[in-house]
């Protein structure tokens, strides 16, 4: 079965610094990889999907994510915090029949 | 813009009540999901649906129901609510192009009883 890891239940940066949000997966055949983000009384919104076209995904708002099969890894990451991207980030992986598996979420907390 | 919406977004209520959460959406998607969230935790799915009259148990033991009637629509229902049924759920769906689909967020009903 599919898994995903998040490690980080909490990131802090400052407003400007380097954004790295990590995520490991497990998966027995070639992955669907998807970051969402929530923001507080809402639900998720897609960041950027990895669906085997590219390894280095873009996706809104600034974010990209590299999919690294020797590392089973998907990390996200964006160059320049801003204090709107303050949220909660969770990486999934598809379980086949489009059903989904989350991570267990980080909270990026971003200071001025 | 919110293509699949959620009523009501906040439900107060008490023990013993019936409960019925709203889902519809508006993209003609055959797939639709609820998911269980507890706050800053991770999303559990509790039912799904492939397409009309189609429902399926999810990952977590739920004592909730749903139906699927007609494709744009997925209510979720309690009959009998309990103060362990508070939380948030969140409602989704997605198109049936292959498992490369994102699935598309309601904003959620976060319910709690008292």
């Known amino acids: 079965a599919q898994s995903v890891t998040q490690l980080g239940s909490h990131v802090s940066v400052s407003e400007g610094a380097l954004v790295l949000l990590r995520c490991n997966y497990s998966?027995?055949?070639?992955?669907?990889l998807f970051w969402y983000v929530q923001y507080p009384n809402q639900g998720l919104q897609l960041l950027l999907k990895y669906t085997s076209a590219a390894t280095l995904v873009k996706g809104i708002n600034g974010f990209e994510a590299e999919f690294k099969k020797s590392e089973t890894s998907f990390h996200l990451t964006k160059p320049s915090a801003h204090m709107s991207d303050a949220a909660e980030y969770f990486c999934a992986v598809s379980e086949g029949f489009q059903k989904l598996v989350f991570g267990t979420g980080t909270r990026l907390l971003v200071s001025p | 813009e919110a293509d699949i919406y959620q009523t009501p977004r906040y439900l107060v209520i008490g023990t013993g009540k019936k409960i019925t959460l709203e889902c519809s959406q508006t993209m003609g998607h055959d797939k639709m999901y609820w998911y269980q969230q507890d706050p800053g935790m991770e999303l559990h799915l509790i039912h799904y649906?492939?397409?009309?009259?189609?429902?399926e148990k999810g990952d977590l033991s739920s004592e909730s129901t749903v139906s699927r009637i007609r494709t744009e629509h997925f209510p979720l229902t309690l009959e009998s609510a309990r103060p362990s049924h508070t939380s948030q759920y969140l409602c989704?769906?997605?198109?049936?192009?292959?498992?490369?689909?994102?699935?598309?967020f309601g904003d959620g009903t976060r319910l709690s009883i008292l």
């Open positions: 649906s492939y397409g009309v009259n189609s429902t």
């Open positions: 989704a769906s997605s198109g049936s192009q292959g498992d490369n689909q994102p699935q598309h």
């Open positions: 998966s027995s055949v070639p992955p669907y």
